[in-house]
């Protein structure tokens, strides 16, 4: 039988207190529309735990509001995939917080586009481990501004080899 939360409007998702949103099931999270997973309140979407973040689909996670992306523990921004990341828009990257870009794992980062990177904040992009800019490609470093290579850290600069 499914979830009743599948049948949930808007409104009635808003009102599941925030100390409920752990106890719904990674199935039911799947099986949630876009317009139901856009109406969490940011609060809710704090309360998501790691399992749930890392089951949203691409376009579940895509139509969240910015100030929501931003408020995903880092531990669930670890625990996306490539997939889920690449699904990001261009307005959710920069809505990344500079904690969040540094619990980047080497392949999530290295497996962002080039425009994602782009519309990285400088400070996030400064943020990211060092091993991250080294695995980065040719091309994802060409689209970097010059305001975003100036803000790379000393030891970044340095992991970059000549044929980057």
């Known amino acids: 039988m499914p979830s009743p939360i599948l049948f949930y409007t808007s409104d009635q998702i808003q009102a599941i207190p925030t100390s409920q949103i752990a106890t719904i099931t990674t199935d039911t999270i799947i099986a949630l ?64 917080t500079t904690a969040q870009a540094a619990a980047l794992t080497t392949a999530q980062a290295s497996g962002l586009s080039a425009a994602q990177l782009n519309y990285m904040e400088t400070a996030d992009l ?31 600069a340095a992991a970059l080899t000549t044929a980057q």
């Open 33 to 96: 529309t876009t317009d139901q997973v856009r109406a969490f309140t940011t609060a809710q979407v704090a309360a998501l735990t790691t399992a749930q973040v890392r089951n949203l689909l691409t376009n579940q996670l895509s139509n969240m509001e910015t100030v929501d992306i931003a408020a995903l523990k880092t531990s669930s921004i670890a625990a996306l995939t490539t997939a889920q990341l690449n699904a990001l828009t261009s307005d959710q990257v920069v809505a990344l």
């Open 126 to 156: 400064a943020a990211l481990k060092t091993s991250s800019i080294a695995a980065l490609t040719t091309a994802q470093l060409n689209l970097l501004t010059s305001d975003q290579v100036v803000a790379l850290t000393t030891a970044q």
